[in-house]
Structure formats: structure tokens, C-alpha cells
């Protein structure tokens, strides 16, 4: 005899970059409460998409609420992804991985350490191309592109080192954060993929596999080999396409047709077909930070129970 009992879809919820904004991720965390069932919140999957660091006031703070998570939620599944901001703090405090040699990941940028100011204090000789430029000064004041003044540095870094007491650029950042912040930022996963997921699409429930990177996966290489290297987390290479690429890691890969691509970084919120970007906030202060509830593609952002 068939049963007829139907299994409730496992909650997903991707929560986008929070740039050191601790009141929007708690206001954040307060509105997924409230719109989910407490049954499906308290058992969800919950992916960071990464960017955790640089722009907002409380990066501290930030890292202190998402290492507390496993704690404070046991029956939660807990993914920390990597930003790109996160892995040149990573950088900058020496938690990646060991093996690369610091000075090759300089060479094809050096044009632009003049400009971008690149860090030269203690331990820059071997130190990864992005932990330098995290902590440098750079020369022009004003960021056309986003229509912001700089904050220290090319990556805004300067409200990250205030959160931990110490002088933007100063070596001492490095003493300065625990080591358990330390060891939540050598975790982090470049990649995560999760198997059966559902999704509401306009034919109706599907389940799907899902891959989760902080930028996306470049459209015209070798998806596969891509995931290797995602996983691997060798971090030779001076720039990561899949944690800070824009134009070439915006569109699923054409092999993944039929698997949901979930993202941050990009700035906006674009939700289109199996290709998810949430990133509302883009590190702004007056934008807020959005999350997005699978299987129902909810839309659920930390200012939705401030107006109640």
C-alpha cells in the first residue's frame, strides 16, 4: 500500500554580503524568524554567499554572530563561503593555505601597486597579491565606479581593522584577531554544492542540485575543472575569477543547465530561471542585506520588520 505522506521540502536560505554590518544581519536573521516557520528555520541549510568583512563598522561583531551559529542553532546546517574581501583579509592575517610563493602572485598586477598603494609593513614578503592591496592605501580618494570614498584601501578595509582596535594597515591586526576567527577564516569553502534542492519554477517544483561560489563559475571553461580547483583552495593563483570576476562569472554555464548557480558579490539582486544573485547591499550603508528562501524564492531582506 502506497503511503501518503508527503516529505516537506527541506528549507535553503542563501544570505547575501553583509560587509560588516552587524545591525543589518541581526534585523536580517530577526525577518527570516519571522517569515519561516520555526520547524523549517531551526533544520534549514544556511549559505553565506561571503563578503563578511571591509566597508560596514562591525566586522568583529559580524564574525563573532557566524562562528556563534553551530552553537546557538545545532539542528542548522551552517555554509561559510569565501568573498573575495574575505580571502585577502585571509591573506592579510595568514590563514590560507601554505606552498605558493607570495612574490609570483605580484608579478602580472605589479603595475598598479603605485596606485593601489600596496601594503610594504611587516611580513609583506610573504604575503598573497590580495593581502597587500586589502591593507594598502590607496592614492586616489574617491571610487568612480561606485560613487564612494575610499576606506583605506582598494577593498575599504580600513572599518575592518577599526573593528579589531587597531590602525588600518597596521601589522598588529594580525595579534589582534582570535584565533577563532582565524580558524573560521582558514574553513571557509571557495565552493559548496548541495544535492536535491528544491525550487518553485514557472513548471513547477524541481529538485535540482545546487552550487554556491561568491562571484559564479566562469561560463567558458570546464566546469569540472573549475570545481576541483574550487575545493582544493590552493591559492596560487593572484586572482580568483570565481570569488571576484563580474561580466565572465555572471551566467550559468551552459553543462549546468539544469543546476542552480547561487551567488553574492555582484552588487544587485537578479533572479533569473536557476541563476540566483543576491547582493542587495554591496557593502552600502543605506541598502540592505537580502536573503533568499528555497524552495519558494522568497525575498527576504533585514529591513522587512523594521516598518512594522
Not at 112 to 134: A, F, I, P, T, V
Not at 141 to 165: L, Q
Not at 177 to 200: G, N, Q, R
Not at 272 to 286: C, K, M, P, S, V
Request: with cysteine; aromatic share 8%.
Amino acid at each position: 500500500m502506497a503511503s501518503n505522506v508527503s516529505t516537506k521540502p527541506r528549507t535553503v536560505i542563501c544570505v547575501g554580503d553583509v560587509h560588516g554590518y552587524v545591525t543589518k544581519l541581526l534585523n536580517l536573521w530577526s525577518s527570516l524568524q519571522s517569515h519561516i516557520d520555526q520547524e523549517s528555520f531551526n533544520s534549514a541549510t544556511v549559505i553565506f554567499l561571503g563578503d563578511y568583512c571591509d566597508r560596514g563598522p562591525d566586522t568583529r561583531k559580524v564574525i563573532d554572530f557566524l562562528v556563534s551559529l553551530p552553537t546557538n542553532y545545532p539542528n542548522q546546517k551552517h555554509v561559510f563561503l569565501t568573498g573575495n574581501h574575505d580571502f585577502a583579509f585571509s591573506a592579510f592575517v595568514g590563514t590560507l593555505s601554505e606552498g605558493f610563493d607570495a612574490k609570483e602572485t605580484w608579478r602580472e598586477y605589479a603595475v598598479s601597486e603605485d596606485r593601489e598603494g600596496w601594503y610594504k609593513g611587516d611580513g609583506y614578503e610573504r604575503m598573497h597579491l590580495q593581502g597587500r592591496r586589502w591593507a594598502g592605501s590607496i592614492k586616489v580618494r574617491f571610487n568612480s565606479v561606485k560613487g564612494t570614498e575610499y576606506k583605506g584601501s582598494i577593498y575599504d578595509a580600513a572599518p575592518t581593522f577599526d573593528s579589531y582596535g587597531v590602525p588600518h594597515g597596521s601589522a598588529d591586526l594580525v595579534k589582534a584577531v582570535p584565533e577563532d576567527h582565524k580558524k573560521f577564516l582558514a574553513d571557509m569553502l571557495w565552493v559548496h554544492e548541495e544535492d536535491d534542492v528544491c525550487i518553485e519554477t514557472d513548471e513547477g517544483l524541481k529538485h535540482c542540485k545546487l552550487i554556491a561560489v561568491h562571484a559564479g563559475l566562469e561560463k567558458e571553461k570546464n566546469v569540472e575543472d573549475q570545481l576541483k580547483f574550487l575545493k582544493a583552495r590552493e591559492a596560487w593563483v593572484p586572482k580568483i575569477e570565481a570569488l571576484s570576476g563580474r561580466k565572465s562569472v555572471h551566467d550559468i554555464p551552459k553543462e549546468l543547465s539544469e543546476t542552480i548557480v547561487v551567488s553574492g558579490h555582484h552588487g544587485k539582486l537578479h533572479v533569473e530561471g536557476l541563476r540566483l544573485i543576491i547582493d542587495e547591499g554591496g557593502g552600502l550603508e543605506n541598502n540592505p542585506v537580502a536573503a533568499i528562501v528555497l524552495p519558494s524564492k522568497k525575498i527576504i531582506r533585514d529591513t522587512d520588520n523594521l516598518s512594522k
